[in-house]
């Protein structure tokens, strides 16, 4: 049989969809295809200035009818053709599956009879008339959008209590929903006019939405800066300490926003309040949603050496251990990143030889996550153990450490972690006769 090729004939062929169904425009309106209405417009000149292409992914609509998808591909139809069998596919993949050398229809699995596809021009037309008017639409939304954003901008410029409040509660839902209303409020100095709400005698009702209306929008380093203010990093973080979950996050997201900025100074972060609240936010076993959020700021915080002895200092670390046996394992990762950072410090690492339950924490997690949860784990040990070799050491093997940090050795764990790993066996093994020691390395402890 010749290799198919595109049939050069501009008839028809079969006006059938993936399922085999003749269509024609007037069915597919009746039966709701087209939403039920026609587009002024467009089939016309309008409709042609629009590429199908464009409004499909512009739209990105998570649903279209099923009689629009690409057997093959399971994506919407650009160019639908038709075969002798009466299924449609889009051009390019039963071309594609023909190059491949089969010689089936590949919904049906049937022999072809006949080696041409024909353009389905009924099925065209009502996957470009069903997507323009979906375009059309979105543009108008987009558009009422805009202006209504700008609208509420002049607003929020003139009015006060109640009114005030209800005008950023409506932006905060426009912003959220359209890209053109974010632009026009950035266009429009809504960014400053939004800034200017924070401050020393901002309620909660005011702060809350225009720190949410802020966390949307695209801030430049004139803004961040503006932000920067400790009168208004201050409000930030007391609206932080007492908000909804949602309004948290939103703190959380705008002070990691103004931490991206090169001008940013760590005292803005160095809070006693700030570090309360995030640890709040982390222990709340409530609105699990927070938890990452917060150890995802927690991280930044700590990467600033000033700030380690002062999130110690709140008692975070037999908090965060605490925590580690319920967070999932992204959470988890950071929590290990953010310990270990603590270590590097001296009041770190005695507050985590103090807690009692970081030893069997970090001994249970190696091995058994990731090989980053391992690492952070085998450093955290190695800094306690080496703080009290022999304290530590003999609760940490009597733990089953040993036989874990036989494990890493023998794994395909990197250079370095075996390393360390050989150097804290070694610690350990220095309390122990060898007949005692080789004993507890036991995997059957490990196991259990």
């Known amino acids: 049989m010749p290799m198919f090729q595109p049939s050069k004939r501009d008839g028809l062929g079969f006006d059938s969809g993936g399922d085999g169904h003749i269509l024609d425009l007037e069915t597919a309106v009746k039966d709701g295809v087209l939403g039920g209405g026609g587009v002024g417009g467009f089939g016309g000149g309008v409709g042609e200035k629009l590429d199908l292409k464009k409004m499909i992914?512009?739209?990105n609509l998570p649903e279209v009818p099923s009689v629009f998808i690409c057997p093959i591909s399971l994506e919407t139809m650009q160019d639908p053709v038709t075969l002798c069998t009466g299924q449609t596919y889009e051009r390019s993949n039963i071309l594609k599956w023909f190059s491949l050398g089969h010689y089936t229809c590949p919904?049906?699995?049937?022999?072809?009879?006949?080696?041409?596809?024909?353009?389905?021009?009924?099925?065209?037309?009502?996957i470009y008339t069903w997507f323009s008017q979906k375009y059309v639409q979105m543009k108008k939304r987009s558009e009422d959008a805009q202006g209504r954003a700008s609208e509420l901008i002049d607003t929020l410029k003139k009015v006060k209590g109640q009114a005030r409040i209800q005008a950023l509660k409506e932006l905060q839902q426009v912003v959220a929903a359209h890209s053109t209303a974010r632009k026009a409020v950035v266009d429009e100095g809504g960014v400053?006019?939004?800034?200017?709400?924070l401050g020393p005698f901002t309620s909660y009702a005011v702060g809350s939405e225009a720190i949410a209306i802020l966390v949307n929008l695209s801030l430049n380093s004139e803004s961040k800066l503006n932000l920067m203010q400790?009168?208004?990093?201050?409000?930030?973080?007391?609206?932080?300490?007492?908000g909804s979950i949602?309004?948290?996050?939103?703190?959380?997201?705008l002070i990691e926003?103004?931490?991206?900025?090169?001008?940013?100074?760590?005292?803005?972060?160095?809070?006693?309040?700030l570090l309360v609240a995030l640890m709040r936010l982390v222990r709340d076993k409530r609105h699990p949603n927070g938890h990452l959020p917060g150890l995802g700021l927690l991280k930044s915080i700590c990467m600033h050496k000033q700030v380690r002895s002062l999130i110690v200092s709140v008692g975070a670390i037999p908090q965060l251990v605490e925590l580690l046996s319920g967070l999932n394992p992204e959470c988890l990762e950071i929590a290990l990143?953010?310990?270990?950072?603590?270590?590097?410090?001296?009041?770190?690492?005695?507050?985590?030889?103090?807690?009692?339950?970081?030893?069997?924490?970090?001994?249970?997690?190696?091995?058994?996550?990731?090989?980053?949860?391992?690492?952070?784990?085998?450093?955290?040990?190695?800094?306690?153990?080496?703080?009290s070799p022999e304290e530590c050491s003999l609760i940490a093997v009597d733990r089953g450490l040993a036989a874990k940090l036989l494990l890493v050795i023998q794994s395909g764990c990197s250079s370095v972690l075996k390393q360390q790993a050989a150097e804290l066996l070694k610690l350990c093994s220095l309390n122990y006769s060898d007949t005692i020691f080789i004993s507890k390395c036991k995997l059957t402890r490990t196991i259990q």
Request: aromatic residues 4%; contains cysteine; charged residues 25%.
């Open 257 to 273: 926003t103004l931490m991206e900025e090169k001008d940013f100074r760590t005292e803005i972060v160095s809070s006693h309040s």
């Open 192 to 197: 400053a006019l939004l800034s200017s709400l």
């Open 57 to 59: 992914e512009e739209l």
């Open 246 to 253: 949602e309004t948290k996050v939103n703190c959380v997201q």
């Open 107 to 126: 919904t049906t699995m049937q022999e072809l009879w006949d080696d041409t596809v024909t353009p389905n021009r009924t099925l065209y037309h009502l």
């Open 337 to 387: 990143f953010i310990l270990d950072v603590l270590s590097s410090v001296p009041e770190g690492r005695q507050a985590l030889k103090d807690c009692s339950h970081t030893i069997p924490s970090m001994v249970k997690l190696l091995m058994r996550i990731s090989e980053s949860c391992t690492k952070y784990a085998l450093s955290i040990l190695l800094s306690i153990c080496k703080l």
């Open 230 to 242: 400790p009168a208004k990093v201050s409000s930030i973080i007391d609206i932080l300490n007492e």
